[in-house]
């Protein structure tokens, strides 16, 4: 006895093709904006001239001395002004705070 394959319908290839189409511009989409999110707020702090930024992770937290929700990125970016490659942790409470912790490293040429 043969095992035979049964062909998937042409209407469920086109159904898996248009949701992964939809899948990879929705990364696309979300990603950018972070990093456009990110860039107004570095443009707040004395980085204000920013290249290359890239959003590793985002994650909620909460202030315990001041009781404060707020949003921690993990990035990593270039600064034209002083040609520095950076990376750390830029953290903005629900009050508009904006924290940084920041290391950063001359850009060898």
């Not at 035979?4 to 248009?18: A, H, M, N, Q």
């Not at 990110?38 to 980085?47: A, G, N």
Request: glycine share 4%; aromatic share 8%; with cysteine.
């Amino acid at each position: 006895m043969e095992n035979e394959v049964r062909k998937l319908p042409k209407k469920t290839v086109i159904y898996l093709t248009i949701m992964g189409i939809i899948g990879v511009l929705t990364i696309f989409i979300v990603s950018s904006g972070q990093s456009t999110k990110v860039e107004r707020i570095l443009s707040t702090t004395e980085y204000k001239n920013v290249s290359d930024v890239k959003v590793h992770a985002n994650h909620q937290f909460l202030r315990e001395d001041t009781n404060v929700k707020g949003i921690k990125y993990t990035v990593t970016f270039f600064n034209k002004d002083k040609n520095e490659d950076c990376k750390g942790f830029v953290l903005k409470d629900f009050k508009r705070n904006v924290t940084t912790d920041l290391m950063c490293k001359k850009r060898e040429i």
